[in-house]
C-alpha cells in the first residue's frame, strides 16, 4: 500500500536554529501533501498545502515566513521551522493521497523539541 | 464548512466487550467520513472510510463503521475489544467536491482504553 515516510522522527534543536522535516511519498507520486500540527492530548490541525512546482497554500493564522515548505519534486516535499521557539514544540504530521478522492496516507510524525 | 464532534474524550472497556466510539459531523456538501488510529508518538493509519457507497463500513482490526444520514453520525464499533485496541482514535470529514481537497477536519480524538 502507499507508504509515507517522515524524516526524523524526533528532533531537538535550541532557541533560535531552524530545523527541517522531510516528507516522501516512497511508493507513488504526490503533486499535493499536506502538513499538519499536533499538540499534546489535541488533534491535528492542518498548517498548509504543499503543491508540487508551485507556492504552498497556508491556512489562516499560520506564518508563512515562520514554516517554510518546499515541494521540489512529486515524492518530496519539506517543511522548515525557521528560527525556532519554545511554543514551536509539537508534533508534526505530512501526509499525501494517492489521487484525488482518495484517503490521505500520513508519515509517522516528527517530534520537535525546542530548548 | 465542515466539523467532526466525537462525544467522549475516553472511553474504557474491558477485553472482549463491545466498542463504541462516536463521532457526528457537519458538512455543506455530501461527505466523505473517515477513521483514523493513532499510536503513541505515531502518525495515524486509516481504519475506513465512508465515500458515498455503502452506508456500513467494514475497516481493519474487526471495526466497522455506520453512516447515518438522518443522525449526521459516522460511529465506530467494533464487537470485541482486544488488548492491542487500545490507541486513540480520530474520526475524520472532508466536504467531497469541495474546495478543500484533502483538508480534513479532525475531531478531538477518543483515548481507548482496553481493561484485561
Known amino acids: 500500500g502507499a507508504v509515507v515516510s517522515q524524516h526524523p522522527s524526533w528532533v531537538i534543536c535550541k532557541s533560535g536554529t531552524s530545523v527541517k522535516i522531510e516528507c516522501r511519498s516512497l511508493?507513488?507520486?504526490?503533486?499535493?501533501m499536506f502538513w499538519y500540527r499536533q499538540f499534546p492530548k489535541q488533534s491535528l490541525m492542518l498548517m498548509a498545502t504543499?503543491?508540487?512546482?508551485?507556492?504552498?497554500?497556508?491556512e489562516q493564522g499560520v506564518e508563512k515566513d515562520k514554516f517554510l515548505i518546499n515541494h521540489a519534486s512529486l515524492t518530496l516535499s519539506t517543511l522548515t521551522v525557521t528560527s525556532a521557539h519554545p511554543e514551536d514544540s509539537s508534533f508534526y504530521i505530512c501526509?499525501?493521497?494517492?489521487?484525488?478522492?482518495?484517503?490521505?496516507?500520513f508519515g509517522n510524525g516528527t517530534r520537535l523539541t525546542v530548548t | 464548512a465542515q466539523s467532526v464532534t466525537q462525544l467522549g474524550s475516553h472511553v474504557s472497556v474491558s477485553e472482549g466487550a463491545l466498542v463504541l466510539l462516536r463521532c457526528n459531523y457537519s458538512?455543506?456538501?455530501?461527505?466523505?467520513l473517515f477513521w483514523y488510529v493513532q499510536y503513541p508518538n505515531q502518525g495515524l493509519q486509516l481504519l475506513l472510510k465512508?465515500?458515498?457507497?455503502?452506508?456500513l463500513v467494514k475497516g481493519i482490526n474487526g471495526f466497522e463503521a455506520e453512516f447515518k444520514k438522518s443522525e449526521t453520525s459516522f460511529h465506530l464499533t467494533k464487537p470485541s475489544a482486544h488488548m492491542s485496541d487500545a490507541a486513540e482514535y480520530f474520526c475524520?470529514?472532508?466536504?467531497?467536491?469541495?474546495?478543500?481537497?484533502?483538508?480534513?477536519?479532525f475531531g478531538q480524538g477518543t483515548i481507548l482504553t482496553v481493561h484485561p
Open positions: 511508493d507513488f507520486q504526490a503533486t499535493t
Open positions: 465512508y465515500t458515498s457507497a455503502a452506508t
Open positions: 458538512s455543506s456538501v455530501p461527505p466523505y
Open positions: 501526509s499525501a493521497s494517492l489521487f484525488y478522492n482518495s484517503p490521505l496516507h
Open positions: 504543499s503543491n508540487e512546482g508551485s507556492k504552498a497554500t497556508y
Open positions: 475524520a470529514v472532508w466536504g467531497a467536491g469541495g474546495t478543500s481537497y484533502g483538508k480534513l477536519t
